[in-house]
């Protein structure tokens, strides 16, 4: 079965410090993986996938993140965070049978401190 | 178009009533499907409707929950004799025919509160 981990409940990090947001996954074929970011009560926003390509994606809001096979990773980076980035962040595995459902994590607090 | 909608955005009830939330989705989507988040927690998939059929039920969808989408366009989903276990962020989200490549789009979502 798909599914993806995210080891930590919360990251914390300065303003202008890069942050990580960590992401492991197992699956069974090719993984289509993405991340989703949260802010209190609303929904979930897209940030960016992996479909095939480049191990570094690019998406919103200045956010990357960079598949690794051999350590079956996605983690969320970005090189400057801002205290606006602070929320939810989910990342998120494709079901593999006709639903293409997305498969989500637990979810990872970012605080980003003035 | 203004991206995928949810109705109520907020329902308090009393234990035992029923509830029915309503889904909007992004007009050109043929994909719809439920999510049921509950505090802390990431978003557990309910259920999946390709234009008006229902083709995937979670477990997590007890007797007592029911989704429709009767036209191929906007979905509802409907909880019987709510218990307190209800309460919840239910969110849709929608998505083009894509396959593999297209992500979802969430709408607000709906929170249940059941007293």
């Known amino acids: 079965a798909q599914s993806v981990a995210q080891p930590e409940d919360q990251v914390n990090v300065a303003e202008g410090n890069p942050l990580t947001v960590k992401c492991t996954y197992s699956?069974?074929?090719?993984?289509?993986l993405f991340w989703y970011v949260q802010y209190p009560n609303r929904g979930l926003q897209f940030l960016l996938k992996?479909?095939?390509?480049?191990?570094l994606v690019k998406g919103s809001y200045g956010f990357e993140a960079e598949f690794n096979k051999s350590q079956t990773s996605f983690h969320l980076k970005k090189p400057s965070a801002l205290v606006s980035d602070s929320a939810l962040y989910f990342c998120?595995?494709?079901?593999?049978?006709?639903?293409?459902?997305?498969?989500f994590g637990s979810g990872t607090r970012l605080l980003v401190r003035p | 178009d203004t991206g995928v909608s949810q109705d109520p955005r907020h329902k308090i009830t009393k234990r035992g009533q029923n509830v029915t939330f309503r889904c909007d989705p992004i007009?050109?989507?043929?994909?719809l499907y439920w999510y049921r988040q509950t505090l802390g927690q990431g978003p557990e998939f309910l259920t999946y409707?390709?234009?008006?059929?229902?083709?995937?039920k979670s477990r997590l969808l007890s007797d007592r929950f029911s989704a429709e989408r009767p036209k191929g366009s906007f979905s509802t989903l409907e909880i019987q004799r709510t218990e307190q276990g209800d309460s919840a962020m239910y969110l849709c989200?929608?998505?083009?025919?894509?396959?593999?490549?297209?992500?979802?789009?969430f709408g607000e979502g709906s929170r249940l509160t059941v007293l």
């Open positions: 409707f390709q234009n008006e059929a229902q083709l995937e």
């Open positions: 989200a929608s998505s083009e025919d894509r396959g593999v490549t297209g992500e979802l789009f």
């Open positions: 699956v069974s074929g090719n993984p289509y």
């Open positions: 007009s050109e989507h043929n994909r």
């Open positions: 992996y479909i095939t390509g480049d191990n």
């Open positions: 998120a595995v494709r079901d593999i049978d006709s639903s293409y459902k997305l498969i």
